[in-house]
Every structure is written in structure tokens, then in C-alpha cells.
């Protein structure tokens, strides 16, 4: 099977920068992915990592440590419309896509 | 150009009854994804379809559900016997399908069995 952790909730304030963690246990491995989704709307790809190390966006960076099966999303700068839930998502394998999702981390952005 | 489309956006049904929700892929993707979130969870994985063929349905509850894309392109996930437990928001999402690519999800179909 496949499982993944990440914190239920985060609050931080405008300007800041907040780090995500997530921690999987699975059968297989072939890529860690981020998702945003604000309440009512649907999940948007943030970033994606299949090799260890930091991957950068903009304001937002993704890093995974395939050794430790660990994975964290980084936000620099936030905004208020940060806020959102935000999950980790594992590949399981090269021959299977679906998505296995973490709980999701809510943020909350403070003024 | 146009995302991921769903229909319809709520659907409220009784125990028993039997429901259709759509998905209208992102053109030209040829892998469709379907998943359930729970309020508070992440989406759960149900169905992959690769084309016109589902690829992997290991994750369907039971044989209640049923999913089809008849053509490689809208797909459409069929509820019968309809229980409160199925409850929750049905997303759908497509990729380009030639590899581990990024999918892209649609809004939703929130379900609503009374």
C-alpha cells in the first residue's frame, strides 16, 4: 500500500515563507507532485520532483530526498492568496499514474 | 485553450437511484483520470483510462461503479444503486498521456445522495 503525511494545518503571515513536509511510505516510487486547491475550487499542479534535489518555480520550490522518502514544498513571499490546502502526491510506479494523495496541509495566510 | 470540463457541476440524487457525471478532457490529452475527495481529503484514485481502454480500475469500491470513454475523449462515470456514503466531489483529470506528465483536474462534481 501507499501512505503519506503531511501537517494538518500551517499558519504564517503575509511576506513569510513557509515550508510543507511530506513523508510517504510505498510499494514503489516514481515521482513526487504538489497540488494547490482553494475551498470549493479544483487541485492545480504546482510542481513535480522524480530526482532528488530542489526543483523551483517562481515563488514556490519543491524538494524530495528519495532516500529518506521524504518531500517538502517551500512558499517564499506569501500572499493572502496563498491560502488554500495544499497536498503531496505520489507516482507509485512508472506503470501506474494514478495519484496516491497525502490529507492535504491548509494554509492560512495572516495580514 | 479549455481545461478540464465537468457536468453536471451538483448533482443531488435519492438513495437507490442511478447517476451519470461527464468529463470533458483538455483536447488532444489521451489519458483521463477519475477521483473522489471526501471533504477534508485528499482525492482518491478510482479509474485511469488510456484511450478508449481503462488501464487501471483497481481503484473502484465495488462493482456499483462503472466508467466508460467510448471514443478516447469524454468519459463518463455511472453510479447505480446510488448510497449516502457516495457522497463527495467527483474530479476528473487528463494528461497528455505519453509519460509521467502533469494532470490537469477539472472543478468537480459535487454528488449529494439523501
Known amino acids: 500500500g501507499q501512505s503519506l503525511e503531511q501537517p494538518s494545518e500551517v499558519t504564517a503571515v503575509e511576506g513569510a515563507i513557509v515550508q510543507i513536509n511530506c513523508t510517504y511510505q510505498t510499494s514503489g516510487f516514481y515521482g513526487l507532485s504538489w497540488y494547490q486547491q482553494h475551498d470549493g475550487g479544483a487541485p492545480t499542479f504546482l510542481s513535480y520532483?522524480?530526482?532528488?534535489g530542489l526543483e523551483e518555480t517562481g515563488r514556490f520550490s519543491s524538494f524530495l530526498s528519495r532516500s529518506d522518502s521524504y518531500g517538502y514544498l517551500l512558499l517564499q513571499e506569501l500572499q493572502m492568496k496563498d491560502s488554500a490546502s495544499y497536498f503531496c502526491?505520489?507516482?507509485?510506479?512508472?506503470?501506474?499514474?494514478?495519484?496516491?494523495f497525502g490529507s492535504g496541509t491548509r494554509l492560512q495566510v495572516q495580514p | 485553450g479549455a481545461g478540464v470540463s465537468q457536468t453536471p457541476s451538483n448533482k443531488v440524487t435519492e438513495k437507490g437511484k442511478y447517476v451519470e457525471l461527464r468529463c470533458d478532457p483538455i483536447s488532444g490529452h489521451t489519458a483521463l483520470y477519475w477521483y473522489r475527495q471526501s471533504l477534508g481529503q485528499g482525492p482518491e484514485f478510482l479509474i485511469y483510462f488510456q484511450g478508449t481502454g481503462a488501464a487501471d480500475d483497481s481503484g473502484l469500491p465495488n462493482d456499483r461503479f462503472f466508467a466508460v470513454r467510448p471514443e478516447g475523449s469524454v468519459s463518463t462515470l455511472k453510479i447505480q444503486r446510488t448510497e449516502r456514503g457516495d457522497s463527495a466531489m467527483y474530479l476528473c483529470?487528463?494528461?497528455?498521456?505519453?509519460?509521467?506528465?502533469?494532470?490537469?483536474f477539472g472543478p468537480g462534481t459535487r454528488l449529494l445522495v439523501l
Open positions: 483529470a487528463s494528461s497528455l498521456g505519453t509519460g509521467e506528465e502533469t494532470q490537469y
Open positions: 502526491a505520489v507516482t507509485g510506479d512508472t506503470g501506474r499514474r494514478a495519484l496516491t
Open positions: 520532483n522524480a530526482l532528488d
